[in-house]
């Protein structure tokens, strides 16, 4: 006779404050870690950006997780938009009596705070350094931007917003690409009528079955730090202008920063794993 265990499922739209929009995540809460390749079905399984998973450290503090996220291909270094979504999904459908939770990640400590309705991320700072834009890339994007860097991410600076808003990418020659768990953002500063926004982006990713992410929090890692120093800002209001939209609070604080959202809980449910 089969075996049936059940894991709790979330779907959460993050970094919005409505539904359908912002960046769809799905957060699973497991006793115990699962083998990869379980973890990496259920990730394609549910075809959604990603897939957040995270267990309690039972030699911890009740707010101390450990925590990973994959995509319907890969598992992920780091994601800002499921990290977001998990915290969400811990503040309030889980009874922990603290504003505060530490995620344990491969990519080390990651602090995560509720202000009210924001959630913030304290996440390593990503520096992109200037690069010479590959051909196969420039082919693939279709716009010449007039600066290239690199962190993780392919940083392409263009001139302004609505050249960024109306890229249309090749996503045949960009399948072409394998940049890992990398992917190519595109942005500009923000056009004077988008009243209280500092800088736009999108964000792609090749070999992807999702090319454009619709809200990409781990690609501000490196937005951060490049805008503040471009606009002698610490503080800024970033907008992710893909379809969804969505919103980030972003402060740059050297070798860290902080990057806040808001989320909306979509659906609750139960994945059935036969063994």
């Known amino acids: 006779m089969e075996q049936i265990k059940t894991i709790k499922l979330y779907q959460v739209d993050a970094f919005t404050d409505k539904l359908f929009g912002g960046n769809p995540a799905a957060v699973c809460r497991l006793d115990k870690w699962l083998n990869n390749e379980l973890l990496q079905n259920i990730a394609a399984e549910n075809f959604l950006p990603e897939t957040a998973f995270f267990v309690s450290r039972a030699d ?93 991410d392919y940083v392409l600076l263009y001139d302004n917003e609505d050249t960024v808003r109306n890229i249309t990418p090749n996503q045949q020659i960009l399948n072409e690409i394998n940049l890992g768990t990398g992917g190519i953002i595109v942005t500009a500063k923000a056009n004077k009528e ?44 970033a907008l992710q202008v893909s379809k969804r939209v969505g919103k980030l609070y972003c402060e740059n604080f050297g070798d860290r920063v902080l990057i806040s959202g808001k989320c909306k809980t979509y659906l609750e449910g139960q994945i059935n794993i036969y063994e």
């Open 194 to 237: 988008n009243n209280g926004i500092d800088f736009v982006s999108r964000f792609f990713t090749p070999q992807s079955s999702i090319l454009e992410d619709p809200v990409t929090g781990s690609a501000h890692c490196s937005l951060i730090p490049y805008w503040s120093k471009r606009l002698n800002k610490t503080e800024m209001i």
């Open 60 to 152: 911890s503090p009740d707010n101390h997780f450990d925590i990973k996220w994959f995509t319907p291909e890969i598992e992920m270094d780091l994601c800002g938009h499921a990290t977001l979504a998990t915290a969400h999904v811990i503040f309030n459908h889980f009874q922990l009596n603290t504003n505060k939770i530490i995620f344990n990640s491969n990519s080390g400590q990651l602090i995560v705070e509720k202000q009210n309705d924001l959630i913030i991320l304290d996440f390593p700072s990503r520096m992109p350094v200037e690069v010479e834009l590959p051909e196969i890339i420039l082919n693939g994007i279709g716009i010449k931007p007039i600066e290239t860097l690199k962190s993780r």
